[in-house]
T-cell receptor
């Protein structure tokens, strides 16, 4: 069974440029999460989707961050414009609805963003 | 921000040694989880604990859910080189999908 797939693995951009990350969750997983992991820290939730609906986006900095999951499968996270402090690893995770309530998340390899 | 305090922050151990790490919180969680992250990879779930006082093993790993529901411990017995990585604790409240992660304990194993 394929795991959570993310791309790109690495991205280097200059500040004020836009950037987008893509995630394909495990087949059949209705719940999709975007986490941000700063250097030396644990992941922090940005947004959670149930199918195509963003059910928790309270941690998403909405002035520059946006996300979508139009057909309830793949998802895209966008930052526009990027700032130096956005340098981090952006992790996508998925779970089945019940497993999400028990903390059993499956993470992708992450997209490492460096903003110069 | 991070609500969980993990210690130690890092540890260098000899192959074959046992490893202990812990995680504390100022608030109560109903689920405690331990994830491991290797370089360039996403975190992978190792152990999940759902009941205060619960002691659960997964191979050479043993984890405990503290009685107060504000802490958890992870032990690795007879460490091997592939135990290298960052170990994160995570807490989850009832009926809440959100996981709160600690900052991690980095384990380095010397052969």
């Amino acid at each position: 069974e394929a795991g959570v797939v993310q791309s790109p693995r690495y991205k280097i951009i200059e500040k004020k440029q836009p950037v987008a990350f893509w995630c394909n969750p495990i087949s059949g997983h209705n719940t999709l999460y975007w986490y941000r992991q700063n250097l030396g820290q644990g992941p922090e939730l940005l947004i959670r989707y149930e199918n195509e609906e963003a059910v928790d986006d309270s941690q998403l900095p909405k002035d520059r961050f946006s996300a979508e999951r139009l057909k309830g499968v793949d998802s895209t996270l966008k930052i526009q414009p990027a700032e130096l402090g956005d340098s981090a690893v952006y992790l996508c995770a998925s779970s089945s609805p019940l497993a999400g309530l028990t903390g059993e998340l499956f993470f992708g390899e992450g997209s490492r963003l460096t903003v110069l | 921000g991070q609500q969980l305090n993990q210690s130690p922050q890092s540890m260098f151990i000899q192959e074959g040694e046992d490893v202990s790490m812990n995680c504390t919180s100022s608030s109560i969680f109903n689920t405690w989880l331990w994830y491991k992250q290797e370089p360039g990879e996403g975190p992978v779930l190792l152990i999940a604990l759902y009941k205060a006082g619960e002691l659960t093993s997964n191979g050479r790993l043993t984890a405990q859910f503290g009685i107060t529901r504000k802490d958890s411990f992870l032990n690795i017995s007879a460490s091997i080189p592939s135990d290298v990585g960052i170990y994160f604790c995570a807490g989850q409240r009832s009926n809440d999908y959100k996981l709160s992660f600690g900052a991690g304990t980095t384990v380095t194993v010397r052969a």
